[in-house]
Structures are given as C-alpha cells and as structure tokens.
C-alpha cells in the first residue's frame, strides 16, 4: 500500500528555524497536509498544499513540496516552546488519507 | 458550535472485558473516521462511516472490532474481549464531506479515548 515517512524526533533551539521532512509514495496524491498534535489533545490542520503549487506560505509556516522527488516539508520560522507538538504528514489517496508516524519537535532553550 | 466529542477520555479494562468508545461528530458533519494510534507511531486508519453505513473497514481487525454511526446517537467502536495489545489512543474524526473530495478534505479530530487493558 501506499505510504508516508517521516522522521520520529527534531530538536531545534528556540529561535532557530525547524524544518521538518515527510516523503510519500503515491504520486496521484491531490492534497498534502500538515497536522499539529499538542500533548494530551487531538490533530488539528495546520496547513495543506495542493498538488500543483511547489510552495505555500503563512505566517511562519513554509510548506514546500517536490513532486518529482515526493517530498513535502514543512519550515516554522522563528521556533517558539508554543510550537512544541507532534506534526504528521498526510496524503490522500484512493479518498483515504495515509498517514506518517508523526515527528516529535522539541525545543531547547 | 461544538467539536467533535468523543469519550470517555480514559478508559481501563481489564483483559476479556468489552470497550466502548463512543463519538460524537461535528453538527452537520455525517463522515465519521475512526483511528488508532499507538506509542510513536503514527495514525492508523480503521473504518470509514456514514450515518448507518460503514464505507471503508479495510483497517479494522477481523475479529473482536465492530463500528457503527446508527441514524440517531453518537457512532461507537465496540472492542470485546479485550487483550493488552489492543492499548492504544483512538480517535475520531469527522467531516462534511468525504475526504479527497473536498477544496481541503479537513478532518476534525476528538481528542481521542485512551484506553489501557490491565
């Protein structure tokens, strides 16, 4: 089956950028997310991009994402300890969305 | 305007007792998602509802697991005769329309049941 990968854990100093990594294998993939998971709570959409842009900006949040290579990333800029959470990949295919293992930031002060 | 409810929050079992998760989705929301997920690893799909329809169970175990989203109430995830393995965080999500179908396809998550087997 289809399948997301991402890196388990990221540590960043406060203030630094965090870039956080997830490729894909399913190249029909229409719509690409991010989603944020704090301690203790559920997964709310951070942000997505579609499948023909190349890069996505809001606010501190850059998504990035290479087709050709089906990898999508996702860059906070100026790191804060409010940023610390679980941040999971997902894809949709086949109207199911396939889901990475999530990549744990940590921030140091 | 509510999200989606899901509870209870905790839940501990013993082994060979039966677990029942229930879910409440968003107002006007009739996609209901149930998943799993388990320590460090990420969100496993299990079963895809509409209001008195399962979808897509593709994900759900064989044996022991059975989902429902009856016309009135809350949609449920039935575990019997539970066993350790089956400890693990499970959410719901919901949404207005079926996912990949959407300008977004955005799921609204609960904030999952924990449930540990003694």
């Known amino acids: 089956g289809e399948d997301v990968e991402q890196s388990l854990f990221l540590s960043v100093r406060e203030g630094d950028s965090s870039v956080i990594n997830c490729t894909y294998t399913?190249?029909?993939?229409?719509?690409l997310y991010w989603y944020k998971q704090e301690p203790g709570a559920g997964l709310q959409l951070l942000t997505y991009?579609?499948?023909n842009m190349d890069m996505k900006q809001d606010q501190r949040l850059t998504v990035l994402l290479n087709k050709k290579d089906k990898h999508l990333s996702l860059r906070i800029a100026d790191t804060q300890t409010g940023d610390s959470a679980i941040y999971f990949c997902?894809?949709?295919?086949?109207?199911?969305?396939?889901w990475g293992a999530g990549t744990k930031l940590i921030i140091k002060p | 305007n509510a999200g989606v409810m899901q509870n209870p929050r905790h839940l501990v079992r013993r082994r060979g007792q039966e677990a029942r998760l229930r879910c409440s989705p968003m107002?006007?929301?009739?996609?209901v998602y149930w998943y799993r997920q388990l320590p460090e690893e990420g969100l496993k799909f299990m079963v895809y509802?509409?209001?008195?329809?399962?979808?897509?169970e593709s994900g759900m175990p064989k044996e022991r697991f059975s989902a429902e989203f009856p016309k009135e109430g809350p949609s449920i995830l039935r575990i019997q005769q539970v066993v350790r393995g089956d400890s693990a965080a499970y959410f719901c999500?919901?949404?207005?329309?079926?996912?990949?179908?959407?300008?977004?396809?955005?799921?609204?998550f609960g904030e999952g049941s924990r449930l540990t087997v003694l």
């Open positions: 997902a894809v949709d295919s086949n109207y199911q969305l396939i």
């Open positions: 399913d190249s029909s993939s229409t719509y």
């Open positions: 107002k006007g929301h009739s996609h």
């Open positions: 999500a919901s949404s207005p329309l079926k996912t990949g179908t959407s300008r977004t396809g955005e799921l609204f």
């Open positions: 991009i579609f499948s």
């Open positions: 509802l509409q209001k008195e329809n399962i979808i897509d």
